[in-house]
């Protein structure tokens, strides 16, 4: 089962002191926005197809095996929710802050857990944050 890492409540509306930490957000929530589209995509289908092998009437334990899957899929839908949510904040926090830079564009370096490096390029193509990832 694929788990999802959200901030608590108390870290909405955070305030950035580093651009770093803006970007590093930025990027965690996105993969995060991929791979709980994939989760939610996935329960989808696991329930989809448990109701296309049932017959007319569930029985006890088939009623029970479709309330957890439909818990599963609701839950999956939540957290894809907030993550968009979430990523919405971050996102809306660095395009205005590209907006400030007048059509400049950032890049920017990242290293993975193994010390491989990918360098990002972000800007603003009217009111929307392009990178070049």
Request: hydrophobic share 30%.
């Amino acid at each position: 089962m694929v788990q999802f890492c959200l901030k608590p409540e108390s870290m909405k509306d955070k305030k950035y002191k580093y651009l770093e930490d803006l970007i590093e957000d930025y990027l965690a929530l996105k993969s995060e926005r991929e791979d709980a589209a994939a989760y939610e995509s996935k329960m989808i289908d696991k329930y989809n197809s448990f109701l296309k092998d049932q017959e007319s009437q569930l029985k006890d334990d088939d009623a029970q095996h479709a309330f957890k899957t439909y818990h599963q899929l609701k839950k999956a839908e939540e957290n894809k929710k907030e993550l968009e949510d979430e990523l919405m904040e971050v996102e809306g926090i660095f395009i205005d802050f590209l907006k400030s830079l007048h059509s400049k564009r950032i890049s920017y370096e990242s290293k993975d857990d193994n010390k491989n490096k990918t360098t990002y390029l972000f800007w603003l193509e009217g009111d929307l944050l392009k990178s070049s990832e």
